[in-house]
């Protein structure tokens, strides 16, 4: 299986719901930074899993609709605890739907699984991976 | 699949039996930088792989009965090679008895995986990893 | 000259006003990791720099002032941009007063500067030095 | 399931053929900071996946064929294109030839499969895996 | 004293003269990642070392200038040893020319002095650094 | 100024006296993971700061003499804490010896200053830095 990760970052504020988050209800906020792994099985015929300057590109795209912003403002998140494994899920679903929309172009079509990783802190990160 | 990954380390003294270790059959030492990743396949009500602070809580507590010592003392370990990917086990075994002790409280419940990673170097490290 | 630095982190919501911001003039968010630097001519009698425990400790306070809340409520912040910058030097003073009240301990007398860098992403940093 | 990581790194020059590679169409170069992951079921009886010496040694000796070199030299790259993820695949099937021959020792015939991974940049990577 | 970095990189081909290159003499080549430090004493009027987006932009501009190329084939560089060392001075002159162009903004008039390291692998880096 | 720098580690056990070490007063051990940093107002005639393998060979050299050991019985150390800070001093003072004595070759002669920073894990690290 081969696979190749792009890396990007986007900051928010937002607050949870609920006593296990503890101070961590307040307001606060964080700097997200994203692996992208997409994998594929065999290599396409340019010897590439996916241009990875449409790969940069289409994480660039996908979040700076979420960057600089409140998630707790964001009616996609309304009810939801936005922690940081559930925007590792917000943030693999809108690159799947990008992939499906063809965004990655053709060298995207043999790509068999993803995972997104969001890393919080030095000492943090949670991920989303599945096949695609 | 989801996860969540907490760091922590510890230092510990320790030699190895065996001609296969070379100059490390001498008394030395190393710096373990400690990643657990915890993995379940869907996220809890709350939107959560597992309680963060806990699982901090929890490896914090279990790298405290290693840290600061000479592991060729501890009796846990008599008649064993204290390498790496051995140690990588051990936290493995302690924090999985800890989860069922029901430390890492009701959020881990839906856990179904584990993988411990100990970073020797900047150019080595271990890891064991199984289902929970 | 000598020096010894420990790392921690903290994450707080937070806007800017100006148009230089641009999109950071909305309500967002940031991961700071944190690096506190202290330097001395010589060593102490024990061979250190700081007590190592106290630097860690009196760190983790001083963040904990400022981790997981909105910097934008904050009465200490009225009318101040808090950009990494500025809070590089917040943290800087804060450790500087709490120097100054002795909980660094007795062997942080010989201290003659500190810097405080503050990470915000993986591109980008800032940090604020000075004479103690 | 039990690994052993060991990094190294290689410099090289290479040009790419075809439209999607852009402006990397022009001869440029990388450096490739290489991680091997090798994976086992079970410890051997010194409590050891592999002998990480003779792993580190295996590595820097596949690497120096390769380092300080521009590939479109190399015959062994005649007509492919030598992406990051198209390396990975060379590097590992040199180590796994290499373990064939028994260059790994004794302790590499329990290995059940391996990673290598290749860093290019700090925001892109590579990597193949399969079964040994 | 206070300061802002921040990172971008470049990937390049190029060859050494000179026995003290040994293997280096090949053609080859490198990724840099670049840090660049704005330093200035005092904030400006809206608590800014320097406009971060301008600084990332010039330094995107200038590693452009360099990206995908081979160095051996710059006049600017003719009869010159490519090394890290030297082009952390090549990176410095061109953002300082940018500078003194306007091109950082109002808000550069107060920097004092810049760093700009090139970091070539996970083992080694260089850096130049000068009062502006 | 310009200034290079090379990376290593070396691993030891080692204890310390006096009440300010708490549980470190037992036997224990780290990974040095160091950073020699060494730096000249000029390039040279090559446009180097130094010959970075020279340099690389002699940190490997220098540390070899502590790797693997423990430092409780090195007589070198007798009646000193060898903490972080003090084994960067120690570091530096070896390399500045060898320096002296030509090891690392005519490029060297221009050198002005070097730092040695030890990272003891990934939250602490000490330094010595000097004029050569």
Known sequence: MYSVNVRDHFMIAHSFRGEAFGPAQRLHGATYVVDVELRRPELDADGMVVDIARATNVLRSVLGELNLRNLDDDPAFAGRNTTTEF????????????????????????????????????VAWAAYEAPL
């Open 87 to 122: 925007m590792a899920r917000v943030v693999f679903d809108r690159i799947a739907a990008r992939r499906a929309a063809g965004e990655l172009g053709v060298h995207a079509s043999g790509l068999s699984a993803m995972r997104v990783c969001l890393h919080e802190s030095h």
